[in-house]
Nanobody
Framework: QVQLVESGGGLVQAGGSLRLSCAAS????????MGWFRQAPGKEREFVAA????????YYSDSVKGRFSISTDNTKNTLFLQMNSLKPEDMAVYYC???????????????????WGQGTQVTVSS
């Protein structure tokens, strides 16, 4: 059973940076397809970034491309999301997600992922 625990959220001023972490257990991160999603109040869960097996290929939403970076540390079995140049519209609860037995390649859809963390709040003040 894959378990995911996010951390690193908080309050930051617009233009600032945060790094989110997602500690995985039950499987190594290199054996998972992993992604980050976010959900603002009253909105649907939105794709942010994803990383394929063994770190091959990364994917970003247009709204974060060039500002956010997804990465892993295999020694810590942890997924990261480095968020730079944060904007008020980035404010949301951020969720880590993972797929161990994946069907297809629709990394952008929440339905693709079976395992989810509890979420971490990111607040950006203007």
């Amino acid at each position: 059973q894959v378990q995911l625990v996010e951390s690193g959220g908080g309050l930051v001023q617009a233009g600032g940076s945060l790094r989110l972490s997602c500690a995985a257990s039950g499987r190594t991160v290199s054996s998972l397809v992993m992604g980050w999603f976010r959900q603002a109040p009253g909105k649907e869960r939105e794709f942010v970034a994803a990383m394929g097996y063994i770190g091959f290929n990364t994917y970003y939403s247009d709204s974060v491309k060039g500002r956010f970076s997804i990465s892993t540390d295999n020694t810590k079995n942890t997924l990261f999301l480095q968020m730079n140049s944060l904007k008020p519209e980035d404010m949301a609860v951020y969720y880590c997600a993972a797929c161990s037995v994946c069907s297809g390649s629709n990394y952008y859809s929440p339905a693709f992922y079976r395992h989810w963390g509890q979420g971490t709040q990111v607040t950006v003040s203007s």
